[in-house]
């Protein structure tokens, strides 16, 4: 494939490089050549070039007050609190964000203005054209450097030693292995397998459903119809703070608890005991990607992810009737206890949250 | 200006003696560069980065990597005694212990989505414009490499403050990992140390944020601009300028001046907007609690083209031998990335395929004069804002009192529709203009002059063109489809290559098929001697202004 160019002066019979056949008809106006730009008044009038002088110097002047003003600030501008019980003022620390931003801003702003200004009014800037070289080796280089490679490659009998190669070949392809498998240990290596620990949450027979914030225990006349209550199980306060296991929870366990009319509800088969007097329990967490779902609206028992607005019907077992969520959302059987709490009769019946490959339908 | 001289003179010798600079110097000290507004759009980029690294390193002095719970003891009263992770805690200091330190975070954040925008801006602009065309497909591919990088080191560090909404952010990665088929579960596990969240994540996330990723992309940086430097800059045709020169000032000390001083502009800006517009208060969303989320948060606006694609999928899953496969989360999480992405990368290739083109190129296009090209590129725009737009569907719906379901089946069906829409509407605008060059060249300007002829002929006076101006509008290429030739030869024998060459031809008339060819010099001088009488006769008559 040629590499001619389009002649950019219009060659009668220019020729398309792609197509051997096609003829590209002369250009219409020749080149005039490279137009020298008409002089700047800073080249041609001794005030005006003062004057540029003065707008550059002044900038960077300037620039270096607002740096001393920038340390003053910081010295003057306090944010600490005179006695530490009192916690900082939001207002100081507003303030000292303002003076430092600006006076360092604007400080950098004008060393930047002051060299661009410099260069456009006062530095001589005549348009220079250079040509461009052509990026590919000359034949004779490429040929030179093929020949070196061959003669290399034939030093070392890389072609021939087809033993020594292919030993070669297979102990590079197998050393990143040892990379990968170092990094086996990033995930437990004891207990559950990832999805086994998805199947269960601390919820279980028996255990009191406490509202979230407060950590009560709630009666079943607790909750007036049309309202909506965060929860967590009784377990939740039994696991230490520090470690990993309480926020893990606080990801899988938390519910929500809901009262309707128990004529609203339209129940599913085999969940005709899972309310106590219209009062449901479903899952908090979304089971399109994970998201904690907050937005209830009490007259269509609707409930909205904020995250990507997957609509669940909690009337109608947690049925998904809008949004790219796939799955209904888990419902908690509850029951009431001896003393009138309302406690979970069981775990989830099925996974909480996204769905994943090991589960099934 | 002498002992700068001296002074300078010394360091060079010291240098020369050693390992010969003023080869070198002699050959780039005054290396052209083309001047032009929208190549500033990387020189954004770059300066941008530069802030991220300097404000990313004085947060390191105090931030701590690690999610070890606490209990808030600091000096933000609101969130005394409430229980966190050091991560956040250490954020908290940083704003409100630290003299200067909010400004530093503000300025690292705005940095980044500046960093972003710039970055995205200028491959509009190198698209736009055929920058990408050989010998710079390298760089468009390390372009390429380097806008993935930076959306990745922007979404880890808006993990690492381990507030609300970082949370909830890596809740939505870990959902996208577990739809993965077979390895999803395991994936996720490895990522987290275990279960969602774990207290392992920052940990892992803080060397991909502050090193890996910032290495690579200074690496790639690097080599991007070395490679620019021994390309040499593409310029814009016009007189005197062409395919094989390259115009502009001296690399010193013009554009060291300019670029250096740009430079400080946009570190300037950057902390001016710092000072003055407050980015992620994260005292005001507060610890990451798994169980709580805000209505109405959005992620940085990188990320809102792959949120709204999980906002406006339909809710597709199949089954597997009884495994699900999410697809309503495969798709937007996993496999948009690699839709856009391909292609994307792919792209210099795949109009070189078309175009049979295997030219250097260094003169760029004005975009109208690749209708198709530009086309393409509006298409691709339109399929991304309306993306963003989903991922904005809620904010949408409030401030145009609607429902937010209605703006999800709007981008459902629109982005199907409205791309190729673009892409139509596009390409027609971009043959207007040309054939409004053409007119311009063949007939001169329109003077709104119009003269009636003793037989009361109306007809507007048009000023010629000064040849500069013509030239200016006709130095580009002209661009022909490819012909695939006859089919057998002169002796009826078959040409074994002729199916290759028809494909080949009729994606070359995709390309070039409608485009408008500025006139030849034989339409050019016919135009001038036959029917516009009127407009040479009275060239001559035009106010010296007007012409």
């Not at chain 1, 056949?21 to 008044?41: M, T, W």
């Not at chain 1, 959302?329 to 099925?350: C, H, K, M, R």
């Not at chain 2, 040409?495 to 050019?524: I, M």
């Amino acid at each position: 494939m040629s590499t001619h160019n389009v002649n950019p002066n219009g060659d009668e019979h220019a020729v398309v490089p792609h197509g051997e056949h096609a003829v590209v008809p002369a250009d219409p106006i020749a080149d005039p050549g490279l137009h020298h730009d008409e002089p700047r008044l800073t080249d041609v009038d001794k005030k005006a070039e003062r004057r540029a002088e003065r707008q550059v110097a002044g900038m960077f002047a300037l620039a270096s007050l607002l740096t001393v003003a920038f340390i003053v600030f910081y010295v003057i501008v306090g944010i600490h609190p005179d006695d530490p019980d009192d916690g900082v003022n939001i207002g100081d620390v507003q303030v000292s964000n303002l003076t430092l931003g600006l006076t360092l801003g604007l400080a950098l702003f004008l060393v930047g203005a002051g060299a661009v200004q410099w260069a456009r009014s006062l530095m001589s800037s005549p348009e220079v054209v250079h040509e461009r070289h052509e990026l590919r080796g000359d034949d004779e280089t490429r040929a030179a450097a093929l020949a070196d490679f061959e003669t290399g490659t034939e030093e070392t009998g890389f072609g021939r030693r087809k033993l020594i190669r292919n030993s070669l070949l297979g102990a590079l392809a197998l050393l990143p292995l040892p990379a990968v498998i170092l990094l086996r240990d990033l995930g437990p290596n004891t207990g559950p397998s990832p999805s086994e620990r998805k199947e269960h949450t601390i919820w279980a027979e028996g255990v009191r459903v406490l509202t979230d914030v407060t950590f009560m225990p709630i009666r079943a006349a607790d909750l007036e119809i049309g309202q909506l209550v965060n929860a967590m199980p009784a377990t939740f306060e039994d696991l230490p703070e520090h470690g990993p296991e309480r926020i893990n929870e606080r990801a899988k366990s938390p519910v929500m608890l809901v009262r309707m009319l128990p004529e609203d509800i339209h129940v599913a088969p085999g969940r005709e005991n899972w309310g106590v007097d219209g009062i449901l329990a479903y899952s908090k967490i979304c089971t399109h990607v994970g998201c904690p779902i907050s937005l209830y609206e009490q007259t269509t028992h609707h409930m909205l992810c904020p995250c990507h607005q997957s609509t669940f019907d909690l009337s109608d077992n947690g049925k998904v009737i809008f949004g790219p969520a796939t799955r209904s959302l888990p419902q908690l059987p509850i029951a009431v206890d001896s003393e009138g709490y309302l406690i979970a009769q069981s775990d989830f019946t099925e996974p909480v949250g996204p769905s994943y490959w090991e589960r099934t339908r | 200006m002498s002992a700068i001289v001296n002074g300078a003179g010394k360091v060079v010798d010291f240098v020369d003696q050693r390992i010969t600079a003023s080869n070198w110097l002699k050959r780039n000290i005054r290396k052209v560069f083309p001047d032009h507004w929208s190549f500033l759009l990387g020189e954004i980029a770059l300066f941008s980065f530069i802030m991220i690294l300097l404000s990313g390193v004085f947060l390191t002095l105090w931030f701590k990597p690690t999610m070890a719970h606490v209990v808030y003891e600091g000096a933000y009263v609101p969130m005394r005694d409430v229980g966190m992770s050091e991560a956040y805690a250490s954020t908290l200091e940083i704003s409100f212990e630290v003299r200067g330190g909010l400004l530093m975070r503000q300025v690292h954040h705005w940095g980044a989505l500046i960093f972003l925008a710039a970055m995205s801006a200028h491959m509009l602009r190198v698209f736009f414009t055929g920058a990408f065309r050989k010998p710079r497909e390298i760089n468009w591919l390390i372009g390429v490499v380097l806008l993935v990088l930076g959306v990745a080191a922007g979404f880890t560090g808006y993990s690492l403050p381990d507030d609300l909404l970082s949370g909830t952010g890596l809740r939505i990665i870990e959902g996208g990992m577990l739809a993965i088929p077979i390895v999803g579960t395991y994936l996720s596990s490895f990522l987290f140390g275990g279960e969602y969240p774990g207290d392992d994540i920052i940990a892992r996330l803080y060397p991909m944020h502050i090193l890996l990723i910032p290495g690579l992309i200074l690496a790639l940086v690097t080599a991007h601009l070395m490679i620019l430097w021994y390309q040499k800059h593409t310029h814009w045709g016009g007189p005197g300028k062409t395919n094989t020169n390259v115009a502009g000032a001296p690399f010193y000390p013009i554009y060291v001046a300019k670029a250096g001083g740009f430079q400080f502009i946009v570190m300037g800006v950057i902390v001016l907007l710092a000072a003055t517009i407050q980015i992620n208060p994260v005292w005001l969303w507060g610890p990451y609690d798994p169980s709580v989320v805000s209505a109405g948060t959005q992620p940085d606006w990188y990320v809102g083209f792959l949120d709204g694609a999980l906002r406006v999928m339909p809710p597709w899953e199949f089954y597997i031998f009884d495994h699900p496969v999410t697809m309503s989360v495969l798709i937007p999480a996993i496999l948009l990335p690699g839709i856009i992405l391909t292609p994307l990368a792919l792209y210099p290739w795949l109009e070189q395929k078309a175009t049979g083109d295997t030219r250097e190129h260094h003169l760029l296009d004005r975009p109208r004069n690749v209708p198709v090209r530009t086309g393409i590129g509006v298409a691709f725009i339109v399929f991304y804002i309306l993306l963003w737009i989903a991922g904005g569907n809620d904010f949408f719906a409030t401030i145009l009192e609607i429902p937010v379901n209605w703006i999800t089946w709007f981008i459902r069906i629109g982005i199907f529709v409205l791309p190729p829409l673009a892409f139509f509407a596009t390409k027609r605008i971009c043959l207007g203009l040309q054939r409004r060059d053409r007119d311009k060249v063949m007939h001169g300007r329109e003077t709104g002059i119009v003269m009636v002829s003793p037989e009361g002929e109306f007809s507007e006076l048009h000023a010629p063109l000064s040849q500069a101006q013509a030239y200016q509008l006709t130095w580009h290429e002209r661009q022909l489809p490819s012909d695939p030739g006859p089919a057998t030869d002169a002796n009826g024998i078959p040409n074994p290559n002729y199916r290759s060459k028809r494909v080949q031809a009729r994606l070359s008339r995709f390309y070039f098929g409608d485009v408008v060819q500025k006139p030849t010099r034989e339409e050019l001088e016919s135009a001038h001697h036959d029917g516009h009488g009127a407009e040479s006769a009275h060239r001559d008559e035009l106010p010296s202004g007007q012409q």
